[in-house]
């Protein structure tokens, strides 16, 4: 057999692997070093065995040798060739996961509710947290939902937040009533978060009037 017919051979074994490893995309690493080991050790057990005669008349037969040491590299070859494609293969899937990874965190950032300007302060991220948990609102994207209770009942919970207005206990009419704070009502910033109109004229409404039903529940957000 010439050096040809043995290249040509081996080419086209090495050819066969490439196309299967390209059909079966999830073995390519099995099927590579399949491939690999059977040339190798197959070369080297025929040689072992003497199949493959390595001296013809005394001499060493130059196509043999040239074409074992080919079926070596090629073997070789196969197996690098294995490892590159894992290597490649994994940081490509590393990417592909932090990406997604990326555009989940983007999209929970993009949904969550942020309090800004007047709105944010520590006494009303502590409320709205313990309101949430009571029940009374929930996160909807990027606004807060009321659940439960009244707009008047939203709008003391907000009154009594940013404006301290405080509900005052009458002994003589026994019950309490709305007495309102110094500050400043952020109407139109609250209408925006709650997705609601009129919050401000619902808590101007109710001035010096008994508290809402359940404003009891609201004053216990407020105890630590």
């Known amino acids: 057999m010439t050096v040809t017919r043995i290249f040509l051979l081996l080419l086209c074994v090495f050819i066969l692997v490439l196309v299967l490893a390209t059909i079966f995309k999830r073995y390519q690493r099995i099927i590579l070093w399949s491939a690999a080991i059977v040339i190798f050790t197959g070369t080297l057990l025929l040689v072992g065995l003497g199949t493959i005669d390595l001296i013809k008349d005394n001499r060493p037969n130059i196509t043999v040798i040239a074409g074992v040491f080919f079926a070596l590299f090629l073997s070789c070859a196969l197996a690098c060739g294995a490892e590159k494609l894992h290597a490649k293969n ?24 942020v309090l800004s300007g007047r709105l944010d302060t520590p006494l009303a991220r502590a409320v709205f947290a313990k309101a949430i948990e009571a029940g009374y609102m929930e996160e909807d994207g990027s606004h807060y ?20 207005d405080v509900p005052e206990y009458s002994e003589l009419d026994r019950k ?42 609201i004053d216990k957000l407020f105890s630590d």
Do not use: H
Request: one cysteine or more.
């Open 90 to 113: 994994r940081e490509k899937n590393k990417q592909t996961v932090q990406a997604k990874n990326s555009q989940a965190e983007g999209l929970d950032t993009l949904e969550k509710v």
């Open 145 to 164: 939902r009321w659940r439960k209770g009244t707009k008047a009942l939203l709008a003391y919970m907000c009154g009594r937040i940013y404006c301290g």
């Open 176 to 217: 309490s009533f709305w007495k309102f704070g110094n500050g400043l009502f952020p109407d139109a910033e609250l209408n925006a978060l709650f997705e609601q109109t009129g919050i401000g004229q619902s808590r101007q409404n109710r001035r010096d009037m008994a508290v809402p039903s359940n404003a009891g529940d």
